[in-house]
């Protein structure tokens, strides 16, 4: 599997403005003009209800992919997991370090610390997007995680399943460069999902926000590492 080309423009402005500042307005925009709006004022905050009733549901050590400023690592460390966030901006990273928890600086398609081994992985605030291509990074999750491992992912709240090539977008007119990005319903999901190895373990939605379970298929029968016997090394 070729690995898509890392995303630049995440490192970049006006993304990286919006996270030092800790808020928006922030889109991703489409060559036809189409915006979609990023949260960035959420992304920053502590995680809410919606963000709890999916790290309520991870199993062991946890990967957050595509962490942002990190708010998910940070409440899954208070939660007693081993958890890491990875993610291309440098200023995602640094922003999740000063709140006191572990990232990375790295593409999920580089090499990862622990490949094969953590119980869940994360892909949520429509990271599911990443690399424009929602099969291959499904089955790069895959990769990642252990035999019987879980991945929770956060679909559109629309039917969609669209790959397309977009900027990050300031509205006042700064953007980046464009790069592909795909937006996919909880259908889409599902059935990119089956091709990449998972298989259906839940879904939920909560405060508008949609949300998807998924375990490796072929794997009963494996236990979480608990957080309190897990080594004293992230996997």
Same mark, same amino acid.
């Given at each position: ?27 991703? $925009? ?5 915006? #979609?709006?990023?949260? +960035? ?7 809410? $209800?919606?963000?709890?009733? +999916? ?12 962490? %942002?400023?990190? =708010? #998910?690592?940070?409440? #899954? *460390? ?10 291309? *901006? ?5 922003? /999740?370090?000063? &709140? ?7 593409? +999920? ?24 291509? !929602? ?16 991945? #929770?992912?956060?679909?559109? !709240?629309?039917?969609?399943? @669209? *790959? ?21 319903? +909880? ?13 259906? &373990? %839940?879904?939920?939605? @909560?405060? %508008? $926000? ?5 375990? =490796?298929?072929?794997?009963? %029968?494996?236990? &979480?590492? *608990?957080? /309190?016997?897990?080594?004293? $090394?992230?996997?």
């Amino acid at each position: 599997m070729s690995a898509p080309v890392r995303p630049r423009c995440w490192q970049a402005d006006p993304y990286t403005d919006a996270l030092r500042t800790g808020r928006g307005p922030l889109f991703l $925009r489409r060559a036809d003009g189409w915006m #979609l709006p990023l949260d +960035v004022e959420r992304w920053c905050a502590v995680a809410d $209800r919606a963000d709890m009733s +999916v790290l309520a549901r991870c199993e062991g050590t946890v990967l957050d992919i595509g962490c %942002g400023p990190g =708010r #998910l690592v940070a409440a #899954l *460390s208070e939660l007693g997991h081993r958890a890491l966030g990875v993610d291309v *901006s440098r200023a995602a990273v640094a922003r /999740t370090e000063r &709140a006191g928890a572990p990232a990375l600086c790295r593409s +999920v398609f580089d090499r990862l610390p622990g490949e094969g081994r953590w119980d869940t992985a994360l892909l949520i605030d429509g990271n599911i997007g990443i690399g424009g291509d !929602p099969r291959a990074l499904l089955a790069r999750a895959a990769q990642l995680t252990a035999p019987c491992g879980l991945l #929770l992912a956060e679909a559109d !709240p629309v039917d969609v399943d @669209e *790959s397309v090539r977009v900027r990050v977008d300031d509205g006042r007119g700064g953007a980046g460069a464009d790069f592909p990005w795909a937006r996919v319903g +909880v259908r889409a999901l599902l059935a990119h999902a089956r091709a990449a190895g998972w298989a259906a &373990a %839940g879904q939920w939605q @909560e405060q %508008g $926000r949609s949300f998807v379970g998924l375990r =490796r298929t072929g794997t009963v %029968g494996h236990q &979480a590492h *608990s957080a /309190t016997t897990a080594p004293g $090394r992230l996997p």
